[in-house]
């Protein structure tokens, strides 16, 4: 009896647990603990990590020209610090895909493209303004956009699925 008891409540404790992870609440805010790349980083909500994909846009991946800027930069708005994030989706993998929101109430996504340090990914957003901007740091030739022929990280995904190696690709351009 003890352990079906014990059993229940454990159950009940985890899937409450596993209902809160999922919670947010629009008003708070939550600790950037770490940025893994120009587009992933990791909050921190009940003591626990979580990690956030960004929504709307594709940074370039390790290896590709400006994925260490694209990093930097999206440490400088928001590593250490308390964002506010409103989560729009959870991906194939189980991130959590978010808008965040720096203490100066910038938009991350946003910051992210009018730098010129990631694509609008259209594929799983048709966010107007993420257009906007990209086109205008394309225009402008900000950072990326500086490269004559910038491949998109979603094309650099598929060549490698295939067996492609892409060293060559940037074996001169800003890492």
């Known amino acids: 009896m003890f352990r079906f008891i014990f059993t229940i409540f454990t159950l009940t404790f985890y899937f409450s647990m596993e209902c809160q992870k999922n919670e947010l609440n629009p008003n708070q805010t939550y600790k950037v603990i770490a940025v893994l790349d120009g587009d992933t980083y990791d909050i921190l909500v009940d003591n626990q990590s979580v990690r956030i994909r960004i929504d709307g846009i594709d940074a370039p991946e ?9 990093k930097k930069y999206l440490s400088k708005l928001c590593f250490g610090k308390y964002i506010k994030i409103k ?3 959870e991906d194939g993998r189980g991130r ?7 203490p100066e109430g910038l938009d991350i996504s946003e910051e992210m493209i009018r730098a010129g340090l990631a694509w609008h990914y259209k594929k799983y957003s048709s966010d107007k303004k993420l257009a906007a901007l990209e086109i205008e740091a394309r225009s402008k030739k900000i ?3 500086t490269e004559p022929n910038p491949i998109a990280p979603w094309e650099i995904r ?13 074996k001169n351009s800003v890492k």
Request: some cysteine; overall charge positive; aromatic content about 18%.
């Open 62 to 70: 390790k290896g590709m020209p400006y994925s260490k800027v694209s």
């Open 87 to 89: 989560k729009t989706d």
């Open 96 to 102: 959590w895909v978010c808008r965040g929101y720096t």
């Open 143 to 145: 950072g990326l956009w």
């Open 158 to 170: 598929k060549l490698h699925k295939k067996g492609i190696s892409t060293k060559e690709y940037f």
